[in-house]
């Protein structure tokens, strides 16, 4: 029985090991994951690469998997192309350009929760990623924005970062002209922060 057992168990490491990519971070998001207006090494995701490789001497390889214009409608499609990578760690950063077009945010947090629930049963540890939306889009509707992260986030027992964009959003300086996009400072600025919440799960 003990060596049924045992056998069972190397098993489920092998599927595990198999499933997932010691080495692999998948940076799942919209054109602010991209670096829409600078250039794919000026993006926070190829900045985070670079800080894990300085900072703490790990061999890390970032997939960036941000698209611009993309919403959380379009995310598990990608996320299932990009699992053939086999990463062990999803940054999840979507539902800014849901929030920016009004869409139905039930809808959105559906969406969200079947990326994670897909990436969760894939072996991959989740990040989430919070974004916020200005009050020119109404107070109800921009507090049940903030809302629906920290719901998933407490459904999921997820590790978050409350604002991708903490510290570079309103900001003249960290942004582009568009005031929404941030410039090559802006994703130095996120790249940190982004680094310093996930050097832990590394």
């Given at each position: 029985m003990k060596k049924i057992i045992l056998i069972l168990f190397l098993i489920n490491l092998q599927i595990i090991s198999a499933n997932t990519n010691s080495n692999?971070?998948?940076?799942?998001?919209?054109?602010?994951?991209e670096g829409l207006g600078v250039q794919k090494d000026d993006a926070f995701p190829k900045l985070v690469q670079t800080l894990i490789q300085t900072e703490l001497k790990k061999d890390i390889t970032v997939i960036?998997?941000?698209?611009?214009?993309?919403?959380?409608?379009?995310?598990?499609?990608?996320?299932?192309?990009?699992?053939?990578?086999?990463?062990?760690?999803?940054?999840?950063?979507?539902g800014a350009n849901d929030g920016l077009r009004g869409l139905n945010l039930?809808?959105?947090?559906?969406?969200?929760?079947?990326?994670?629930?897909?990436?969760?049963?894939?072996?991959?540890?989740?990040?989430?990623?919070?974004?916020?939306?200005?009050?020119?889009?109404?107070?109800?509707?921009?507090?049940?924005?903030?809302?629906?992260?920290?719901?998933?986030?407490?459904?999921?027992?997820?590790?978050?970062?409350?604002?991708?964009?903490?510290?570079?959003?309103?900001?003249?300086?960290?942004?582009?002209?568009?005031g929404i996009h941030p410039n090559i400072e802006g994703h130095k600025v996120i790249a940190k922060k982004v680094f310093m919440f996930i050097k832990e799960y590394l």
């Open positions: 692999t971070i998948l940076f799942l998001g919209d054109s602010l994951t960036n998997g941000g698209v611009s214009g993309s919403t959380t409608s379009d995310g598990l499609a990608r996320l299932k192309w990009y699992l053939k990578k086999k990463p062990y760690l999803v940054f999840l950063a979507l039930e809808k959105s947090q559906k969406n969200l929760e079947e990326i994670i629930k897909y990436a969760q049963k894939s072996n991959a540890k989740v990040l989430l990623a919070g974004m916020l939306m200005p009050p020119n889009y109404g107070l109800e509707y921009s507090e049940r924005f903030k809302k629906m992260y920290q719901e998933i986030k407490e459904k999921y027992k997820l590790e978050s970062m409350p604002f991708l964009l903490d510290g570079v959003a309103g900001k003249k300086e960290f942004n582009q002209a568009d």
